[in-house]
């Protein structure tokens, strides 16, 4: 790391504290306080981690001010129109951008782990068939460690990226798996003549009844909504993730816990969220009445697929979806679609509102991705884990980073403690 030009001194009580900074190849500089507690006896309150750098990271870069995204450097409009999901995976866990030899080795061990061990689909059995498939996933993927502990062992680096491909590879077919059973479809397996994002469509929607041909535009549009969720810095399934890995948790069984902090309707259960506020608007007509909702303090509704904790500026990946949106529904021949009418009529609403100007509250990535995601056939219970599906990489790529970084400890934050002094035991008789 590279000390700032600047200084922090901190003053308490009259005692002067001299605080070491550090600068990024990019972004704010930080302030160093892993000794203020054993030199000033305090700590710093942080509940969001809305100031706080949790670790260093080369891989994925935010201006939230400037609506920018890198990935490894580039930019995530770049990586949307000029390359596919799995040569951004390599690039995530690589740190660069493949030779054509290194990519095709790539995409070929990938392809090769895409099936599950078939003891696995047992466990699909066990649940109920109209469990939530994010149930489903939680589930599955954190009992990958049982299955497959010949990549269990983390300290060996062979292991750790057997793992990462395991995952990356085995998480379209786990989500595919999960709605097969919700529908009561047997599953598909995995086939290893289709790119990677033409197998998962294949996955969940061919049936032994009948061929399936794969439609391209479906096929670009799905692998765009994979790359455009891939990675996105600290974001708090990843830093679920990262607190796990500092354990020492096996990659699957840390990987299941980001699965179960995306499902969140403030995370990436919001594009479910948000095509359902959608639907509930149902016309044009409507969009006031819920603008007013969200603005009301004494309400607790929020316009789902807006704001962003980061973003205070267009989220560059809802710009990208929201082209794909109008793409795919026009070659679909449904750009008459009335509820992408209703999200580009609510979208012009709130910017023209001075609530949401002077809060900064702009579209994030899932606001348009529902409406192509139902487009494609997907229910909206099916929309999180598509964006699991994705993130998997960023985890996993995270994971690795956090594992192999010599810096990294357990994580164990401190608290601001507002309960009760010590005090004496009350016998049942006496209280
Ligand atoms: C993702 O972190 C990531 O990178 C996440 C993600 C990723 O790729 O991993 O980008 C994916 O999770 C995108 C976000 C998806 N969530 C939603 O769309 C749900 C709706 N959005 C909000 O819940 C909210 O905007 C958050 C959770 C996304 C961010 O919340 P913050 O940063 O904690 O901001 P806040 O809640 O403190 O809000 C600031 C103000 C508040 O008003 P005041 O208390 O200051 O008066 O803005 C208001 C909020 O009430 N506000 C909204 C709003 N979002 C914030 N008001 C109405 N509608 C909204 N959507």
């Not at 996933?137 to 460690?145: F, K, L, R, Y």
């Not at 290893?192 to 061919?206: E, I, Q, R, T, V």
């Not at 840390?254 to 608007?281: D, F, R, S, T, V």
Request: proline share 6%; hydrophobic share 40%.
């Amino acid at each position: 790391m590279t000390k700032s030009t600047k200084n922090a001194t901190l003053t308490i009580d009259g005692e002067t504290y001299e605080l070491p900074m550090f600068s990024p190849s990019t972004g704010p500089d930080v302030i160093d306080i892993r000794k203020l507690y054993s030199q000033a006896g305090v700590f710093t309150y942080d509940p969001g981690f809305t100031s706080t750098a949790s670790c260093d990271s080369t891989i994925t870069f935010i201006d939230g001010g400037k609506g920018e995204l890198l990935h490894r450097g580039y930019p995530i409009d770049q990586l949307a129109s000029k390359s596919h999901y799995l040569e951004v995976c390599y690039l995530l866990l690589y740190g660069e951008l493949p030779t054509s030899a290194d990519l095709e080795d790539f995409e070929n061990t990938i392809t090769h782990h895409t099936m599950i061990h078939e003891q696995m689909h047992n466990f699909f059995r066990g649940f109920r068939r109209d469990a939530h498939p994010m149930a489903t996933m939680v589930g599955v993927v954190g009992a990958m460690s049982a299955f497959y502990q010949d990549s269990s062992d983390i300290g060996d680096p062979r292991q750790r990226e057997i793992a990462s491909h395991r995952m990356i590879a085995k998480m379209p077919t786990i989500a595919a798996m999960a709605y097969k059973y919700s529908v009561g479809q047997p599953f598909v397996y995995p086939r290893n003549d289709l790119d990677h994002a033409s197998n998962f469509l294949n996955m969940c929607f061919s049936v032994p009844a009948e061929e399936y041909v794969v439609n391209p535009i479906l096929s670009r549009a799905m692998d765009r909504i994979f790359t455009l969720h891939a990675d996105h810095e600290q974001n708090a399934s990843t830093s679920t993730v990262r607190l796990a890995s500092s354990s020492g948790a096996n990659p699957f069984a840390c990987i299941a816990a980001g699965i179960a902090c995306l499902w969140g309707p403030a995370h990436g259960g919001a594009n479910q969220a948000c095509l359902e506020m959608l639907k509930e608007i149902g016309t044009p007509d409507r969009i006031p009445e819920f603008i007013a909702r969200a603005k009301d303090k004494d309400d607790p509704f929020r316009l789902m697929g807006f704001g962003h904790r980061v973003y205070k500026n267009f989220d560059p990946r809802a710009t990208v979806m929201k082209q794909s949106a109008d793409e795919v529904l026009d070659l679909l021949g449904v750009e008459n679609n009335p509820i992408l009418q209703v999200a580009k009529e609510l979208e012009a609403a709130a910017l023209a509102d001075p609530y949401f100007a002077e809060k900064k509250l702009f579209p994030n990535v899932d606001f348009y991705s529902g409406i192509i995601l139902e487009a494609m056939g997907f229910p909206t219970s099916m929309f999180t884990p598509i964006f699991a599906v994705s993130r998997t990489v960023g985890w996993i790529s995270q994971w690795k980073e956090q594992f192999e970084d010599p810096q990294q400890k357990i994580g164990r934050p401190r608290q601001l403690y507002l309960g009760e002094t010590e005090r004496d035991y009350v016998d049942v008789e006496n209280r």
